[in-house]
């Protein structure tokens, strides 16, 4: 009785523990989703300065677009033409983006204050736009200045971004900010506690890798087949949202990426473990076996 016990509680903890790394899984992929590094990556695939503002911030179109917006605005901020269009067509522009789009998602999901470049990148820029100025000798104009040119240009990309209001609309971003930036720490926890609990009912602490490999390597599984299907959901999106296409097929891409990534490195981590177990009941296994020779 007392085994059948301990079987159910177990059953019942190992259950658990797959909810939890199910649910880090998910998590851990939503926040790699909205890095700065991701981002850069996800702008360069849709070639987001081709794209209307009105677009990208979910308004009435604007006849404008991102690559213009910032050509004017660098134009104002007495940025010489040659200059400004050699940052565009640079690779770094995407990572430029990255950062700025990383802190508008933060501005419109956590109603924090509105986006601006940060420090490293406006240093970037600058570094950048004097390369340019000694390919451009013709150019009038000196390094401080250029540099003050700049960091005025860098504030004034906070102009870009609408309200807060207009941009998510009569939506609210309540239920995104939860996982988005819900802190790992407490799944962490309870992992650990979990796994604590299956070693005290089990008196046993090698046995704890069958469970937690058992369960690492079905959850990420799990989330390997989920990644996988990519031609599944970038069909079932775009025959919803066609006007979108261009939007939604990368973004569903780079999604699947992370969650198949993330899903193979939990998985083979299971595996590890649970070979780990293996290899320890043998030699509990061999142990006995000489010991029952040894006494005959």
Do not use: W
């Amino acid at each position: 009785m007392i085994r059948i016990v301990k079987k159910i509680i177990t059953y019942i903890l190992t259950l658990i523990l797959f909810i939890l790394f199910s649910t880090m899984i998910f998590i851990l992929s939503c926040k790699t989703l909205i890095t700065k590094e991701n981002l850069s990556s996800y702008v360069k695939t849709i070639d987001i300065l081709n794209v209307d503002l009105g677009i990208i911030f979910n308004l009435e179109e604007k006849g404008i677009t991102l690559q213009e917006e910032i050509f004017n605005l660098a134009i104002e901020s007495n940025i010489p033409k040659p200059i400004i269009k050699d940052i565009l067509k640079s690779d770094e522009i995407n990572t430029i983006l990255g950062d700025f789009f990383k802190n508008v998602i933060d501005y419109v999901l956590k109603n924090e204050n509105k986006p601006s470049i940060s420090d490293e990148t406006t240093l970037k820029m600058i570094d950048l736009a004097i390369i340019s100025s000694e390919d451009h000798m013709n150019l009038m104009i000196e390094e401080d200045e250029l540099k003050e040119s700049i960091i005025e240009f860098s504030s004034k990309l906070t102009d870009i971004v609408p309200e807060r209001s207009l941009i998510i609309g009569e939506y609210t971003t309540d239920r995104i900010n939860e996982i988005l930036y819900f802190d790992m720490v407490n799944i962490y926890i309870l992992i650990i506690v979990v796994c604590i609990f299956i070693c005290l009912v089990n008196k046993s602490i090698y046995k704890l890798f069958k469970y937690l490999g058992s369960v690492m390597i079905l959850s990420g599984l799990i989330f390997v087949i989920i990644g996988c299907l990519n031609n599944l959901y970038g069909n079932l999106l775009v025959s919803k949202y066609q006007t979108l296409q261009n939007f939604i097929l990368p973004l569903v891409t780079n999604v699947l990426t992370i969650i198949f990534k993330n899903g193979v490195l939990v998985s083979f981590s299971g595996v590890f473990i649970y070979l780990m177990y293996i290899i320890i009941n043998r030699i509990k296994l061999n142990n006995k076996i000489n010991m029952l020779l040894s006494k005959q």
